[in-house]
Each structure stands twice: as structure tokens, then as C-alpha cells.
């Protein structure tokens, strides 16, 4: 069964500083996936994704993800945090050989201090 | 990328009553998801619906709880039947971008915040 494990609640980070969230999953086959970011009283937005190729994917805001096949994980960074972009970011997974449904992770919570 | 919208926005309901929402896409989609957010949770899928068949409801939840409906390829409603407060939520509409070869990623709803008194 697919799964994805954010394993830190909240996160906190100065403004300036480099952020990382956390994300690993478990799919049995080949994994499409994503990033999504939630602002207060807004739906979700797509942020970056990795389907294949390059194992270092950008994406909106400055955001990049790497993809670490042998540690089954997706990490979120971005070098120089923003108090803008605290939200709520989920980490999601697609097993492209069970269709279209996506798994997404509990969510973390980004919080950045000016 | 896809503007969705839903209405309502949010609503305060009774227990024992039904809430219809509904989705909008300004794109036409053959598939639609309609997910649940309960408070301080992840998203959980509810069911897909594609135009022209009935929904495929994910284990947990059933047609009789959650009736939907999609009349078009813009266009789908979410009813919660017989609402009791577990059922207060964030409930989004989503579809997926790209083609319907490669679905890769989802767009989504602002949401409907449900409050079951």
C-alpha cells in the first residue's frame, strides 16, 4: 500500500535561513511526487513535482524538492526562508500503477520568524 | 491550470440535515475528486467522479452519506446526508492538470467549511 510519512508537525525557521520539510513515502512501484502548500483559508496550491529525470526539482516560489530514491524520500528546501511562506505543506504520493488516486501526508506546519 | 470554485463557502448545519456543494471548473474534466479535511488532518479522498458513470467511493464512505453528482464535464455536487457533528469538515473539490494520458498534479477548490451542530 502507498503511504507518506511527514514526520514533523511544525517546523520553525528564521527569516533568511534555509528551510527543509521532511517527507518519505512507500509506493510499490515507480512514485509521482508532489508538494502542495496551504495558506489560511485558502485551498491548495501545487507547488513542485517529480515524475522522472532530474532528481532536483524547482517549483514555485522559490521552493525545490530532491528526490532520494535509496532513502525513499522528497525533501522540501528553499535556501533563504520568507515570513510569507508559512503554511501548512503537504507532501503527496501517486503509485502511477494503481491509477490516479494521490496519498497525501499528514501536513507540516511551516512557521518563519522575522 | 484549472480555477475551481465552491459554493458554499462555509455553513452552520443541524444535525440531521443535508448540505449539497457545489464545484465549478472553468475547464472541461472528465474526472473530479472530492476530498475531506477534518480539523488539524490531511486530505482524505471521498470519491471520483467522471461525467457519465457513477462515483467510485474510497473504503470508509458510501453513495447513501455522500449522494454525487456530475452532470457535466464542468460541473459536480458533494451532498452530506443526514449530518451529525463528525461530519464538520473542510470539504475541497479537485481535478487533475495535464492530459488524461499523464494526470500529474491537482488543482484545487478553495473549500467548503462545514460546521455540524
Known amino acids: 500500500a502507498q503511504s507518506v510519512a511527514q514526520p514533523e508537525d511544525q517546523v520553525n525557521v528564521a527569516e533568511g535561513n534555509p528551510l527543509t520539510v521532511k517527507c518519505t513515502y512507500s509506493v510499490s512501484g515507480n512514485p509521482y511526487l508532489f508538494w502542495y502548500v496551504q495558506y489560511p483559508n485558502r485551498g491548495l496550491q501545487f507547488l513542485l513535482k517529480y515524475i522522472t529525470g532530474d532528481n532536483l526539482v524547482k517549483g514555485s516560489y522559490g521552493f525545490e524538492a530532491e528526490f532520494n530514491k535509496s532513502q525513499t524520500s522528497f525533501h522540501l528546501k528553499k535556501p533563504s526562508a520568507l515570513v510569507s511562506d508559512s503554511a501548512l505543506y503537504f507532501c503527496?504520493?501517486?503509485?502511477?500503477?494503481?491509477?490516479?488516486?494521490?496519498?497525501f501526508g499528514a501536513g507540516t506546519r511551516l512557521f518563519v520568524k522575522a | 491550470s484549472a480555477v475551481i470554485s465552491q459554493k458554499p463557502s462555509r455553513d452552520i448545519c443541524q444535525r440531521g440535515t443535508s448540505l449539497t456543494i457545489q464545484c465549478q471548473v472553468d475547464s472541461q474534466v472528465t474526472m473530479m475528486f472530492w476530498y475531506r479535511q477534518q480539523p488539524g488532518q490531511s486530505l482524505t479522498l471521498i470519491a471520483t467522479a467522471n461525467q457519465g458513470s457513477e462515483a467510485t467511493y474510497e473504503s470508509g464512505f458510501v453513495i447513501d452519506k455522500f449522494p454525487i453528482s456530475r452532470p457535466n464535464l464542468t460541473f459536480s455536487t458533494l451532498t452530506v446526508s443526514n449530518m451529525s457533528p463528525e461530519d464538520s469538515s473542510i470539504y475541497l473539490c479537485?481535478?487533475?492538470?495535464?492530459?488524461?494520458?499523464?494526470?500529474?498534479?491537482?488543482?484545487f477548490g478553495p473549500g467548503t467549511r462545514l460546521t455540524v451542530l
Open positions: 479537485s481535478v487533475p492538470g495535464g492530459q488524461p494520458s499523464s494526470y500529474n498534479e491537482q488543482f
Open positions: 503527496a504520493v501517486r503509485d502511477v500503477r494503481r491509477g490516479f488516486k494521490t496519498i
